[in-house]
């Protein structure tokens, strides 16, 4: 019996050893990891996500916001920091998609920034252009150059997003169609409906697509005569390419 007893005991003791030595590590990595909220930040990390495809925004345009707001961080009291309050205003930025605030155990603040990635320029007729990113968001017009394909015409912003945008993100993933196609242009048809006409980076003509819808199957078309005509009467045969109506391809030539 007492050796029962005194193995329990010793159970207990090596259980009790053991949360012992979890707490003090969670404390010590606690403390090691939160700032002193009277010591003051000396300075703010920040860094903006790589994206080749987007150049909004640069590091000095955030440092401005955030002073302009009296919210940069470096040399107030870490206690006085108010790290949502900071992500709040940040992602009002258009240009942002998101945004990670920290504060480091060094006394410095840390901001993540991910912008967002455009998919299609639209330039509206008689309109101010704009952005349209990959998830639908507006992006408002900006002195930012860009080698997207850019969307003309009868377009607005419903349009845009409801029926262009999974047609230019199907372009910006298909890297012949990214290379060849250079600019939609919409326009209405004789029934009033809006139609697309798709400028080429190579060849001389215009391809005459009509709506939006099926696009993969159109531009699957397409390809197949490139590949196969193409090649042998060239780029510039042909005056338009109407491929807007089922297992069928109807071209003009240039008169000339």
Same mark, same amino acid.
């Given at each position: =019996? ?11 003791? #090596? $259980?009790?050893?053991?949360? /012992?030595? $979890? $707490?003090?590590?969670?404390?010590a ?10 010591? #003051? ?11 080749p495809k987007?150049?909004?925004?640069s ?5 401005? =916001?955030?002073?302009?707001?009296k ?30 605030c ?6 410095? *603040? ?6 967002r990635?455009?998919? #299609?320029?639209?330039?509206?007729? @008689? ?11 507006i ?20 349009? /845009? ?12 993933d298909?890297? *012949? ?12 048809? $004789? ?36 590949d196969? /005509? ?10 338009t ?14 008169? @000339?």
């Amino acid at each position: =019996m007492k050796k029962k007893i005194l193995k329990l005991l010793k159970i207990l003791f #090596v $259980a009790l050893l053991t949360l /012992a030595v $979890a $707490a003090y590590l969670v404390i010590a990595m606690t403390s090691m990891t939160t700032p002193d909220p009277e010591e #003051v930040c000396v300075d703010v990390t920040l860094n903006i996500e790589a994206n080749p495809k987007s150049n909004f925004i640069s590091k000095s345009d955030i440092t401005s =916001m955030l002073v302009k707001r009296k919210l940069y961080p470096k040399g107030k009291k870490m206690a006085e920091i108010n790290t949502r309050l900071i992500e709040t205003y940040l992602k009002q930025n258009k240009f942002i998609e998101s945004v990670d605030c920290y504060k480091s155990a060094s006394n410095k *603040f840390c901001i993540t920034i991910k912008q967002r990635t455009p998919s #299609v320029y639209v330039v509206p007729t @008689n309109n101010s252009g704009f952005f349209v990113d990959r998830n639908g968001e507006i992006i408002p017009n900006t002195i930012y150059k860009t080698n997207l394909v850019i969307a003309t015409g009868d377009i607005d912003k419903t349009y /845009a997003v409801k029926e262009l945008l999974p047609f230019a993100n199907f372009i910006q993933d298909n890297d *012949f169609w990214n290379n060849q196609i250079e600019q939609i242009h919409v326009t209405r048809n $004789a029934e009033n409906k809006r139609v697309i006409e798709l400028v080429p980076r190579v060849g001389n003509h215009i391809v005459h697509m009509g709506s939006a819808s099926n696009y993969e199957k159109k531009l699957k078309r397409l390809k197949t005569f490139y590949d196969k /005509a193409i090649g042998t009467v060239g780029w510039n045969k042909y005056e338009t390419i109407n491929i807007q109506y089922d297992n069928q391809i109807i071209c003009t030539k240039h008169k @000339n």
